[in-house]
């Protein structure tokens, strides 16, 4: 079994708790993949605590990475051009090789002109900034992370290990990840956006939650849900549910259900033998048809290529 090597690169004023998150994650995956950190001069970085950290590889590593990960710098550290060591540390990057931001990582990718025309995101606090400093990046601040391949960005912090989880389930499909989120105590997918965390007004006293209705939807995804059906579950209007539930999962319920739907699909695609109109009718899309658009909407590949690729890592 080859094994796949991520190589993390350390700039200087990184957040210690997301420079580890590749090693955590991708290390559980059962030794499928080799993670390395490296700076771009091979000398220890100062982190933006009151530590700073030693690291084993200098950026000749970047050049034998299958996947490099940029991890995160404070912010004040951000600006709109890459510094000569950083850049030509980039240069060594193979063309093709798959790069991961996470968090303010987006913002040397940016700057280095590598998400010029693609879809990205970083975290929500400091969305304004990037779009201001780099007009030509479609940025969407409403996402954990983005998958334009060979581009990923993801949002803050914890969104590092989404991001990872979804490399482990991209690369070896959903079993080993959620093996991988069960010994690292984390969920396996977290459904919803960034807007769930922005800060919001405190909700009013004895105001309802969507959350028993959404567990309820996930029981019956092979039904035909309406947003009348979601707050009549509810006991609310539908204009009250629709709204209640945007602030809690950053999502519509309707936009919530096909992401849910997808899921379950992919799921069924990687474990079972049900033909693709079979799964269209179990997830709650009418027709083959509709599921092949919606998951190639979503991860951009049909439901034959996707099982041959999980079924085949099975």
């Known amino acids: 079994m080859r094994r796949e090597r991520a190589v993390v690169l350390a700039l200087d004023g990184v957040y210690p708790f997301e420079l580890g998150i590749p090693s955590r994650i991708l290390g559980a995956a059962d030794g499928r993949y080799e993670v390395l950190t490296c700076s771009v001069d091979g ?3 100062r982190t933006n605590a009151d530590f700073g950290v030693t690291v084993e590889h200098g950026p000749e590593a970047l050049a034998t990475a299958d996947t490099v990960v940029i991890a995160p710098v404070a912010p004040d550290r951000l600006t709109d051009e890459v510094p000569g060591d950083v850049l030509a540390a980039l ?3 193979r063309p093709g090789t798959r790069i991961v931001s996470i968090c303010t990582g987006a913002f040397v990718l ?4 590598l998400l010029d025309g693609r879809r990205a995101t970083t975290h929500w606090q400091v969305a304004d900034r990037f779009r201001r400093m780099f007009p030509r990046v479609d940025l969407d601040p409403d996402v954990l992370f ?3 391949h060979p581009f990923l960005t993801s949002a803050g912090a914890a969104s590092g290990v989404d991001i990872c989880l979804h490399l482990v389930r991209k690369d070896h499909g959903s079993r080993l990840a959620n093996s991988v989120a069960r010994r690292c105590v984390v969920p396996p997918f ?3 956006g960034q807007a769930q965390y922005i ?3 405190v909700p009013e006293q ?3 939650s969507t959350a028993a209705t959404r567990a309820w939807a996930l029981e019956r995804l092979g039904e035909p ?3 009348a059906d979601l707050s009549g579950h509810a006991r609310m209007s539908q204009r009250t549910f629709a709204r209640r539930f945007h602030d809690e999962v950053g999502l519509s319920p309707g936009r919530w259900l096909i992401q849910q739907r997808v899921a379950r699909a992919r799921h069924l695609l990687e474990s079972s033998d049900l033909t693709v109109d079979q799964i269209a009718g179990r997830v709650g899309f009418a027709t083959g048809a509709s599921l092949r658009q919606h998951l190639n909407a979503a991860i951009g590949v049909s439901p034959q290529a996707y099982r041959r690729t999980f079924q085949t890592a099975r």
Do not use: C, F, S, Y
């Open 225 to 227: 849900l309406t947003l």
């Open 91 to 93: 240069a060594l990057i």
């Open 206 to 208: 004895g105001a309802a």
């Open 43 to 45: 000398r220890p970085v």
């Open 146 to 148: 983005v998958d334009d």
């Open 110 to 113: 940016a700057a280095a002109g």
């Open 199 to 201: 800060e919001q007004p």
């Open 190 to 192: 977290r459904d919803g």
